[in-house]
């Protein structure tokens, strides 16, 4: 029983680089997201999928791109990466949009230098 | 600033206190959940909320929403050390909003023996 699984665990990057974050769930959810985790922030909304084909943005969208184009996969794409975008980055999913327990990944830790 | 304002943001108890952290927007929300997290780990649910003035209890842990469903509180009745870690609480928004679930910042609770 995987659940959510995101890909690396741990990431350097050079200011400019791009990469994709990773992120799988095995449970046939329809919904899915990506929050970065910074101290005294919470989880921050970057972007969220209700389906496939279907993104739109969050609280901190700019600097990432996000495309779903399977139900189990939804990986973030840092286009081109800057310090403020060190951070701890996490991939959750639900059963249904409203209401029901969203499952995180572990998350990725990203260090941008 | 945030949608769901969250305090206090950390908490340092002795063993057998009290405490009650709150979770407040003016937004209305179709949900509210709360979330544990431990370090290294992703967060996960402790309750979802649905109905404006619902109580639901978990042992020691009472949580509330709000009768307009723009607010909740979690109450911690004799804090145990097995019970620090970082608590969230979780909005989902209403209407053409559907979809998004935005977090608080947080409380660190730390409960000392």
């Known amino acids: 029983n995987a659940g959510v699984t995101q890909t690396p665990k741990f990431q350097v990057l050079k200011t400019g680089q791009s990469m994709t974050l990773q992120c799988a769930q095995d449970?046939?959810?329809?919904?899915m997201s990506w929050y970065r985790q910074d101290p005294g922030m919470g989880l921050r909304l970057i972007h969220y999928?209700?389906?496939?084909?279907?993104?739109d943005q969050g609280e901190v969208p700019n600097g990432y791109n996000v495309s779903r184009s399977t139900t189990e996969d939804f990986p973030l794409r840092l286009l081109s990466a800057a310090p403020s975008q060190t951070s701890v980055y996490f991939c959750?999913?639900?059963?249904?949009?409203?209401?029901?327990?969203?499952?995180f990944g572990q998350g990725t830790r990203l260090t941008v230098v | 600033t945030q949608l769901l304002e969250q305090s206090p943001q950390f908490l340092s108890i002795q063993e057998g206190e009290n405490l009650t952290v709150y979770c407040n927007s003016s937004?209305?929300?179709?949900?509210l959940q709360w979330y544990r997290q431990e370090p290294g780990e992703g967060p996960v649910l402790l309750v979802t909320?649905?109905?404006?003035?619902e109580v639901k209890k978990l042992k020691r842990l009472t949580f509330q929403f709000g009768d307009a469903r723009k607010d909740s509180s979690l109450h911690i009745t004799a804090a145990q050390p097995g019970d620090t870690g970082l608590y969230l609480c979780?909005?989902?928004?209403?209407?053409?909003?559907?979809?998004?679930?935005?977090f608080g910042q947080g409380t660190e609770l730390s409960v000392k023996p």
């Open positions: 959750a999913s639900r059963r249904d949009i409203e209401g029901t327990e969203a499952f």
């Open positions: 449970m046939n959810h329809e919904y």
């Open positions: 999928s209700v389906g496939a084909g279907i993104t």
């Open positions: 937004s209305v929300f179709s949900s």
């Open positions: 909320v649905v109905t404006g003035g």
């Open positions: 979780a909005g989902d928004m209403a209407g053409n909003q559907g979809g998004k679930l935005i």
